[in-house]
């Protein structure tokens, strides 16, 4: 299977199994393209170090955390046994969330595709409410090189939930920058 909005310009290489390979082409045929890439300001990695420092000040460094069914998030302190000796509910913690955004520009006609949109694209972005985030992606690599995609789906996670477009619903997602035959992974997220 290939995600719906790669159709027109992904090629299925192979399908086995619940792994799909995928080497990108332009519309104009042409199979070189510059890497766009979001990265963390300064701004969100000082907000991500004070939210973090926050959390094991006030936690430690020794807990667990732990969702229900319900999406209520638990911190857990076991002993030295194992056992849970002590179960708290997280409720006014607000982390700061980044979503990882790749795009690659046609070197012959400058097309530009979105290859991955965590807050669009994956898993959980098709049963959670994700937004778009004000990060702007920057310059990866200019070099132009082959792209292949690698999409991992997990039909069982589709028994329970109700999902439109399975194809964009994988739960990981694997990318490769191809030049001179050697691979280079830029990507590998786990959306699930």
Known sequence: MIPSYLNNIGEVVYCKNNKTKVRLKCKCGCDNFSIYKRKKNDDFINLEKKTTDEFIKKYGKNFEMQSDADGNIYILRRNFLGIVSKKELISNISFPKFYNYVSAKCSNCN??????????????????????????????????????????????????????????????????????????????????
């Open 111 to 192: 097309n530009e595709y979105i290859l991955f949109d965590q807050s669009l694209h994956g898993y959980d972005s098709c049963i959670n409410n994700c937004y778009t985030d004000s990060f702007e992606p920057v310059v990866y690599d200019v070099n132009h090189y082959g792209i292949e995609l690698y999409f991992y789906y997990n039909d069982d996670l589709y028994e329970d939930v109700q999902i439109i477009d399975k194809s964009i619903a994988f739960g990981r997602i694997t990318i490769y920058t191809i030049f001179n035959n050697k691979k280079k992974k830029i990507l590998d997220i786990e959306c699930e």
